[in-house]
Structures are given as C-alpha cells and as structure tokens.
C-alpha cells in the first residue's frame, strides 16, 4: 500500500492544527451572524486550505447535544470519524484525527474504522481518545457517567488494549477483561504504518497516568505560563519513566489583524458584547462538575476565555504579536497547538500569509 508522511511524526516541528471545525461556532461560544457554521462544504473548504498551507493536523470534538443559550453552541457536530474518512479521501498532506468516546463505542469496531480511514488517507489518520466527562451527553444515551476517573480510565485502558492488539494481532484471538469477554475477535486490515498517532486530552492525576502510557499526545490547557512549564517537564518525566516520549500540544484561539487595535476590537465585539453568556456558563459548570482539563483554581478566572475559544490560549494582535505568542508556547516546552478562529475560511489565508513565515524564519516550524 502506498503511504504519504503522517506530519504528526515531524521532529523538530512545532505542529499547527486546527480543533473543533465540526462543531457549530468552533470554539467561539458567540451570537454573531456569522459565528463558524460547521457545514460540510465549511470544512472541506477549510481543510483544503490548510492542506496547501502545510498544517499538520485537524482535530475535532466529538459533541451529541449542544449546549444551550440563544445559540445552542455546538448543537451542529459533524460526527468525527465519517468527516475524518470525507476529509482524508480529499486532501493530500494534512493528518485528520477522530475523536472517539469509549463508552459509545466498541473498541473492535473503531480498530477497524482507523485502520479504515487511514487506508484512505495513505497513512495519515489519528485517534483522539476521550475517557468520558458530559454527564448529560451520557444521560442523553442512556449511559451512566462513572462519578470517580479510577472507573473511567480503568475501562478506557480495556478498551484501547483491546484496539492495540487488534493492531497488532495476527489471525483470530480471544480476549477477556473485567468490562469486555471476546472471543475468535480479529481485524484486518492494519493501519498502514503500524500504530497511528493517539491524543488523549488529560488534567487529572489519573487522566495524565493514562496519556503518559497510551498517547503520543498529550492535549491540555495552558493559563499560567510558569504552572505549565513546570507540568510540560513534569510529563515529559513520567513518560521517560515508562520509556516513552509524549509531546503536549495546547489549544489557542487567533484573532490576526494588521493592528492590534483592530484585533481587540473584533475580540470585544464577538466575545464580549455578543457572547452567549448562557451557554458560557453551562459549559463552564459542566468542566467544574465532571471533568479536570483545567485546575479549578483557574477556571473561574478565565469564564471571558470560553467565550472566546472555549478556555484557549488567546493569540490576540499582528501577525508579529500573534507569532510571538506561539513561539512563548514553544518555549515552555510544548510541541504544538491547535488554531481557532471565528470564521476559519476567512481569517486563517491572513495567518497562513502573514504569521507562518514568521514562524519559518524563527526556526520552530520546517518549510511546508
């Protein structure tokens, strides 16, 4: 089979990507006109662009009910793997990755969907895995959310030993743990070029036990600069320990303009005069209540950040402020960022014009 380069295995090479294109409003929880509307042809105009400009990745949330208020933020979700194998069978270079709940869905069968997608793409597909942390999503599909991470995180390790093996097996096996009993299970075909790159966004103590074991990738927030550079070491660590290197990759939010004036005026205009303050808050309650991707101490500090882009890393001003915040992330020792912006197709030719040469000539990305 012939393969292309997965861009998520570039060394030396601060990856770009962009999160939530899938999702109604992307990460801007906003009540503008003209808020990101997540259709198809959206985001395979968006991916398009992308994968001329040399962006490494494409990461989606994976969302089964919105959110509420006046917008209903993240009501319209693409579903992740069926627009990852759209995405991958219509670009050429980008790697899209599907983020991929483990308590809807069986590992045998996501073994074969990625091995699937990635047959698509040549080899440049990628699984985001996601333990479980919407109580109501959980409620809406009859499941109940474990209230303790030990229940959680022991069935995401069954599930995705079992999606290892599937990869790595040959012939027909039986398999059994305390939440799964498989018998004469086996899949064919393999991803192409043995195990995919895997994500897994990780805040607790156990959350980042599991993505130090499993993941290449390792996706949380940043809000303090010196608090993360010490938690970016402090990973790195508890990987080695195991043998294993882990990047970690954060989530930013871009408004790029030619002023900064005008930067912060777009700001102020769809994140805090036409917020949607309600769905804000219930997003915000929801991370309080069931999940740990940001140290609570925190998380009431940056309610204004969800507004924005879902409690991102704001990269507000000219291209040169705009790459100058993307190099401070390179610097306390992360490999990467996802990108968000208002409208993608329209804001991302001016970052791709204006901030990647900076970013080129500063040496923390390659040439495309």
Not at 143 to 160: C, S
Not at 230 to 243: D, H, P, R, S
């Amino acid at each position: 089979m012939s393969h292309v380069e997965n861009r998520m295995r570039r060394a030396d090479h601060f990856k770009l990507g962009t999160f939530s294109t899938n999702c109604s409003g992307g990460m801007s929880v906003t009540k503008i006109p003209e808020r990101w509307d997540a259709s198809w042809d959206s985001n395979l105009a968006v991916a398009r662009l992308l994968d001329d400009a040399g962006i490494d990745f494409m990461l989606p949330i994976a969302r089964w009910i919105g959110y509420g208020g006046e917008t209903n933020f993240h009501g319209h979700v693409l579903e992740t793997m069926t627009w990852a194998a759209g995405l991958l069978a219509l670009t050429k270079r980008i790697s899209v990755i599907a983020t991929i709940h483990t308590s809807a869905n069986h590992p045998a069968v996501v073994a074969k969907q990625i091995a699937t997608i990635d047959a698509i793409g040549q080899g440049r597909a990628g699984l985001n895995i996601v333990a479980g942390w919407n109580k109501p999503e959980y409620e809406a599909m009859g499941h109940t959310l474990p209230d303790d991470h030990e229940t959680r995180y022991a069935y995401a390790q069954e599930w995705f030993d079992i999606i290892q093996s599937l990869w790595e097996r040959k012939g027909s096996f039986d398999m059994k743990t305390p939440h799964f009993d498989l018998k004469g299970i086996e899949a064919e075909p393999k991803p192409v070029n043995g195990r995919p790159p895997i994500l897994n966004a990780a805040g607790s103590e156990l959350g980042r036990e599991f993505a130090t074991r499993n993941a290449d990738f390792l996706f949380t927030s940043v809000i303090d600069f010196d608090r993360s550079r010490e938690e970016i070491a402090e990973l790195k660590a508890q990987a080695a320990a195991k043998g294993r290197h882990v990047d970690v990759l954060t989530f930013s939010h871009v408004v790029c303009r030619q002023t900064e004036q005008e930067a912060k005026d777009y700001l102020q205009y769809f994140a805090k005069d036409n917020a949607d303050w309600v769905a804000v808050d219930n997003l915000v309650r929801l991370q309080i209540a069931h999940a740990q991707s940001f140290p609570h101490d925190l998380l009431m500090l940056i309610r204004d950040r969800f507004a924005m882009g879902h409690g991102g890393v704001p990269l507000i001003g000219t291209p040169e402020q705009v790459a100058d915040g993307i190099c401070a992330l390179h610097a306390i020792g992360l490999g990467g960022t996802t990108l968000s912006f208002v409208d993608y197709t329209k804001e991302f030719p001016y970052f791709r014009d204006n901030v990647l040469p900076i970013l080129e000539a500063r040496g923390i990305r390659q040439p495309n």
